[in-house]
């Protein structure tokens, strides 16, 4: 009852799925996509990683949120998903602001720089192909280095985005600093699916010299938590939201602020047929081309709300009122 997880180091969704592998003991073996193991995965669509392979059934999975989902109705020790429906809720709102909102920081801080960018692309080839050494891994280095920086644009990190990009990530340090910890996750003193989400970026953020070196000024702490997500095996800890209620709502804030203007934005523009959306984000303008995929997650949150007891969401209105994700919801 081996899983078999393709993925990268350098690829955040790979980082949170294989922690939640290793938080949830369930037995597993790590495969680098690489050309001697690609070959395993190459029929599977969409073409990203990670992959997991089901032992049981042999069947692969993509997409490490609905994977996840798929581990919990597969195994119900060590779940990562609060018990109380409203706190889910909220665990999935902070898991896929971190998926889809926070990646456009690692996207752009490891991008955007020369060094940091020059620096990424020779740990990219190094984990994806070992073999290639001297001038090979050097041109495949060039090469990668040279795709990524032109997708730049595609997903809104652009010099004009910047600035809301780089506040989002001063924010952030500045929310997680004083709180998190080895034993002071987002629910309690265990991880949930929201902690692996942000584990997933900021495991590239913490790595990448340009931002590690502003995660090292700023919030220290940040860095020290991540590397314990890493590897939570051994990690006993308990479900106690109230102890972390104010770091989730300065979360919260930042997705009723920034990350569910540009989801509104992201439905909107594809629901017009327009080419670009423009969202203004706490005064300043953002701009990137929509995303089909983004207006799924929007849709889904909405259906979430929607799907909850009316208990659960009289408990949650306050919050989400105060944090101003309430008019987002439907
Ligand atoms: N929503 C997916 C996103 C996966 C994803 O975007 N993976 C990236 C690497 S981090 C990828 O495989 N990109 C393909 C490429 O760069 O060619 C998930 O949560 O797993």
């Avoid at 290793?22 to 992959?51: C, F, M, N, S």
């Avoid at 889809?100 to 080839?125: C, G, N, P, Q």
Wanted: proline residues 7%; charged residues 25%.
């Amino acid at each position: 009852m081996t899983y078999i997880l393709y993925g990268g180091n350098p690829s955040p969704y790979s980082r949170k799925l294989r922690a939640i592998l290793r938080y949830r003991r369930l037995p597993h073996v790590w495969k680098a996509g690489t050309p001697d193991t690609l070959p395993e995965i190459a029929q599977v669509k969409p073409k990203l990683i990670p992959v997991l392979k089901l032992p049981d059934t042999g069947e692969f999975r993509v997409d490490s949120t609905p994977t996840a989902h798929l581990l919990e109705q597969r195994h119900a020790e060590r779940s990562v998903l609060p018990p109380d429906a409203a706190d889910a809720f909220v665990c999935h709102l902070i898991e896929d602001f971190a998926d889809e909102w926070l990646t456009k920081l690692m996207f752009h801080y490891r991008w955007h720089e020369d060094a940091t960018a020059l620096w990424a692309s020779h740990w990219i080839v190094s984990d994806a192909m070992p073999a290639a050494t001297g001038k090979a891994h050097d041109q495949m280095a060039r090469m990668f280095h040279d795709r990524q920086r032109s997708r730049m644009a595609m997903v809104g990190c652009t010099p004009e985005n910047a600035p809301v990009i780089e506040a989002a990530y001063a924010r952030l340090l500045d929310i997680l600093g004083p709180y998190v910890g080895g034993q002071h996750h987002l629910f309690g003193s265990r991880p949930s699916l929201a902690d692996f989400g942000l584990y997933g970026q900021l495991a590239q953020l913490t790595t990448d010299p340009w931002p590690q070196r502003l995660c090292r000024e700023r919030a220290p702490a940040v860095e020290a938590w991540v590397i314990t997500l890493d590897d939570c095996s051994g990690v006993d800890g308990e479900w106690k939201p109230e102890k972390a209620a104010a770091v989730r709502e300065a979360l919260l804030e930042m997705v009723g602020a920034e990350y569910l203007p540009f989801l509104r934005a992201n439905a909107a523009a594809l629901e017009k047929g327009e080419a670009e959306l423009k969202v203004s984000i706490r005064g300043r303008e953002y701009t990137q081309q929509p995303f089909a995929y983004q207006a799924k997650c929007y849709g889904q949150i909405r259906s979430l709300w929607a799907g909850l007891s009316a208990e659960a969401r009289e408990k949650l209105e306050p919050l989400m009122e105060k944090t101003g994700c309430r008019e987002y919801l439907g």
